[in-house]
């Protein structure tokens, strides 16, 4: 059972108190999936540079310009998925937050990813595999699904329901119910209100509206019964 106060009407002093009691965990969640972001990019710009290298030992500009770029785009790769998965915490510190009821230190929410990593990156390949497709097909059914965040992400953290049972039933809670179907409604007015202050605050207002929206948003779904 979820903390009393995640039962609460979601407001916006309520969130700047939560967002305020986790500035340090989120800072570092940031410091940290900035670095490895920054690493991924180091790596693939080294290895596309030492294509000038292949040219003087005789290859084409052509080949080694090809080369150099697959090998960086592949050692990017980890660097960006390590990053994603600790860009997650963003959304989970404050489900943990509201699901516990106490400040998420940020020694407890990167223990909590280290527990079980291969479910969080799993549920992570799941989730963005279907959005994606989803964006491909049609840009509708891509939003439709990373509307389903909040709740997925939710379940996924405190709960050990399996990955596609958690998708399925955070989709069902989502678009099932009319519960499900109000919160969608506020959820893309919040973005809204995100996405403007973002634009007139030159990108810097998202430092502090968007982890805010996060912690709205996982109070409004324990509201409205979504989650337990």
């Known amino acids: 059972m979820a903390s009393p106060a ?4 979601p407001s916006i002093e309520a969130s700047w108190a939560a967002f305020v009691a986790h500035i340090p965990t989120l800072l570092m969640v940031w410091l940290l999936s900035s670095l490895l972001s920054g690493l991924g990019l180091l790596f693939m710009l080294a290895i596309q540079a030492s294509g000038l290298g292949l040219v003087f030992l005789g290859q084409s500009p052509e080949t080694a310009t090809s080369l150099t770029n697959a090998i960086g785009q592949l050692g990017q790769a980890p660097f960006a998925i ?3 998965l600790v860009g997650v915490l963003f959304t989970a510190v404050p489900a943990l937050h509201y699901a516990t009821g106490e400040v998420i230190t940020a020694k407890a929410a990167f223990s909590e990813l280290l527990r079980r990593p291969a479910r969080y990156l799993l549920a992570g390949v799941l989730f963005g595999g ?3 497709v989803g964006a491909i097909l049609c840009v509708l059914p891509g939003v439709a699904v990373a509307l389903v965040m909040p709740v997925f992400v939710n379940v996924i953290f405190t709960s050990d329901r399996p990955i596609l049972d958690s998708f399925q039933a955070s989709f069902q809670l989502c678009y099932g119910t009319p519960q499900g179907r109000s ?3 506020v959820e893309l007015l919040t973005w809204l209100v995100v996405f403007s202050i973002t634009v007139c605050t030159c990108f810097f207002g998202w430092l502090i509206a968007g982890p805010m929206a996060n912690f709205y948003l996982q109070n409004a779904a324990y509201h409205r019964g979504l989650l337990r």
């Open 82 to 84: 390590l990053a994603g």
């Open 130 to 132: 279907i959005a994606a």
């Open 6 to 9: 995640a039962f609460e009407q």
């Open 183 to 185: 919160f969608l409604l």
